[in-house]
């Protein structure tokens, strides 16, 4: 444990679990260096000289060292830290990542945190973050992470240490973000394309506006007909739902977000982005739409923002 032989195992940063002894690394700072060779020598010299005044420095220096240590320690065990993601993140753009932290106890823990993308002092920096268990605004933290490519939004691990409350020991924990955010890919601003695609996809077009098919869901009316409940989806999610329909609605090919409007060499980060300016464009203006992917079609419904950004992140 003292100083520990590897670096030490990654715990979760949910909030869940409290670090443990076992997921604690710690070595002694020069200071703990040096008042150890103190220790040493005032020794030798009470053995060789017999002074007394000498056994009771070393046995007085060797208590504070003795309690820096298990002071340091105190200041991460019990610590838990949870990681989240507050809104939406697009490509290019820096990911805010807010810490919160918990723990037993209510005393106050003086901890550094090396906040960057690297294990290197070029690549991020140390930020000090006091903690108080019973302040929970105090115990916040933004950590702002560089800009990052479409899909699973990577978090490198994150070093917390504490040198508290002497300085003669420094205590070291490794957190991994284990949430699945997504990445939304960057969107790109061009002029609404020709449609391009054959008949089938605009027969399914005419079948939407002609009310063959559902349109979106609404909560369920009291004395609505039960024909009209969404069966499958309250099987799944347990609310009543109602099928509404559009019937006699205006065709509009803005509406029908297809991969197949573009040419078909089209780089995939390039028609991403295409398809996420015209999805954010389709809910700026509140208008009902449709996305349409290789392997995926994304109706109207609730959540479909979220569904189909993701989906665009992913593909």
Not at 5 to 34: C, M, N, Q, V, Y
Not at 86 to 112: D, I, N, S, T
Not at 198 to 205: A, I, M, V
Request: neutral net charge.
């Amino acid at each position: 444990m003292w100083p520990w032989p590897k670096t030490p195992e990654a715990l979760a940063a949910d909030g869940s679990r409290g670090l443990s002894w076992s997921l604690i690394r710690s070595h002694p700072t020069r200071l703990g260096w040096g008042i150890l060779l103190a220790c040493l020598l005032l020794w030798v010299m009470a053995v060789n000289y017999q002074v007394n005044v000498a056994y009771i420095l070393v046995f007085w220096l060797f208590g504070v060292l003795l309690a820096g240590v298990l002071m340091c320690w105190r200041q991460l065990l019990g610590l838990s830290l949870q990681a989240e993601v507050a809104g939406e993140c697009f490509a290019g753009e820096p990911v805010p990542l807010h810490l919160r932290a918990g723990g037993r106890g209510r005393q106050r823990r003086w901890l550094w945190l090396f906040l960057g993308h690297g294990n290197d002092d070029e690549h991020g920096h140390w930020q000090p973050w006091t903690v108080h268990s019973a302040d929970t605004d105090a115990a916040a933290l933004e950590w702002l992470l560089p800009p990052q490519p479409r899909g699973y939004l990577q978090v490198p691990l994150l070093r917390c240490i504490s040198t508290a409350p002497f300085g003669v020991i420094m205590a070291e924990s490794l957190w991994q973000y284990n949430g699945e955010a997504v990445v939304y890919p960057a969107p790109l601003p061009h002029a609404l394309p020709q449609l391009s695609h054959g008949d089938e996809t605009e027969r399914h077009r005419r079948t939407l506006a002609s009310g063959e098919d559902i349109a979106y869901l609404q909560e369920h009316q009291p004395g609505a007909s039960l024909q009209q409940v969404a069966w499958k989806q309250y099987a799944k999610t347990g609310q009543l739902l109602d099928k509404r329909f559009e019937e006699g609605s205006v065709t509009v090919d803005q509406d029908w977000i297809s991969y197949r409007d573009y040419p078909p060499h089209t780089p995939r980060e390039q028609l991403a982005g295409y398809l996420c300016y015209r999805v954010l464009q389709a809910e700026q203006q509140r208008r009902v739409y449709t996305l349409e992917l290789p392997h995926q079609t994304i109706a109207p419904g609730n959540g479909q923002r979220t569904q189909c950004l993701t989906a665009l992140g992913l593909w």
